[in-house]
Nanobody
Framework: QVQLVESGGGLVQTGGSRTLSCVASANIFNKNPMGWFRQTPGKQRELVARISPLGTRYYSDSVRGRFTVSRDNAKNTVYLQMNSLKDEDTGVYYC?????????WGQGTQVTVSS
C-alpha cells in the first residue's frame, strides 16, 4: 500500500535546485491540503509549504520566494520545487496532510545542501 512515499532528495550544491515528489494514497490526498515538512537535527518538524486541493499555497518565511509547491490531483502526487538552496535547507523532507491529524509519516527524503 502506498500511504506516503517521498523521493527526489540528494546532495545539492549551495544555490542549486532540486525537485521532490510525494505519492500519497488516495484517502490521504483527496480533498486534503498537502504539506511539505522539514526536519533538521535538534529541531521539530516544521511545515515549509502547503497546497490546497484547489491550489491555494502557503510558504514559511524561510522558503518563500525560493520554493514552489504544486500538486497533480490525477496522480495523487505533490511536488516541491526548491531553488536557490541554502545550507540551512538541509534536512529530511516529508509530505503529509497540510492540516488536521497527520497520516502515518513516510520515510522522508534527505536533502543535503553543501558547497
Amino acid at each position: 500500500q502506498v500511504q506516503l512515499v517521498e523521493s527526489g532528495g540528494g546532495l545539492v550544491q549551495t544555490g542549486g535546485s532540486r525537485t521532490l515528489s510525494c505519492v500519497a494514497s488516495a484517502n490521504i490526498f483527496n480533498k486534503n491540503p498537502m504539506g511539505w515538512f522539514r526536519q533538521t537535527p535538534g529541531k521539530q518538524r516544521e511545515l515549509v509549504a502547503r497546497i490546497s486541493p484547489l491550489g491555494t499555497r502557503y510558504y514559511s518565511d524561510s522558503v518563500r520566494g525560493r520554493f514552489t509547491v504544486s500538486r497533480d490531483n490525477a496522480k495523487n502526487t505533490v511536488y516541491l520545487q526548491m531553488n536557490s538552496l541554502k545550507d540551512e535547507d538541509t534536512g529530511v523532507y516529508y509530505c503529509n496532510k497540510g492540516q488536521g491529524v497527520p497520516a502515518d509519516w513516510g520515510q522522508g527524503t534527505q536533502v543535503t545542501v553543501s558547497s
